[in-house]
């Protein structure tokens, strides 16, 4: 599967963005897909995964009742809402797709490019 995310920006402190990252093929309903993002001069992090029919999701706890992740299977596609977002939430943000429901990197094997996200104060 390949995979496209899309939607970063600059916005201020408290305001919103939606991130999407779009999956090719027939397939994309067999992933679990996750969002991870990763900050200048820091390791990449887990921030929200969605099972594969959507009926699971999890969140890292920097970001959970702010963020909230959700596909449409029908467009190939897993959405990122960011609410009432920080300056620490200021990273490059990659969404990926796994065979499995997990938080860890390694688990995960396709990724796509990233999106910038840039939130000032």
């Known amino acids: 599967v390949q995979l496209q995310a899309s939607g970063g920006g600059q916005v201020q402190a408290g305001g919103s963005l939606r991130l999407s990252c779009a999956g090719s093929?027939?397939?994309?309903?067999?992933?679990?897909i996750g969002w991870f993002r990763q900050a200048p001069g820091k390791e990449r992090e887990f921030v929200a995964t969605?099972?594969?029919?959507?009926?699971?999701?999890y969140y890292a706890d920097s970001v959970e009742g702010r963020f909230t992740i959700s596909r449409d299977n029908a467009k190939n596609t897993v959405y990122l809402q960011m609410n009432s977002l920080k300056p620490e939430d200021t990273a490059v943000y990659y969404c990926?797709?796994?065979?499995?429901?997990?938080?860890?990197?390694?688990?995960?094997?396709?990724w796509g490019q990233g999106t910038l996200v840039t939130v000032s104060s």
């Open positions: 093929g027939r397939t994309f309903s067999s992933y679990t």
């Open positions: 990926a797709a796994s065979y499995v429901l997990g938080t860890r990197l390694h688990t995960y094997d396709y």
């Open positions: 969605i099972s594969r029919s959507g009926g699971s999701t």
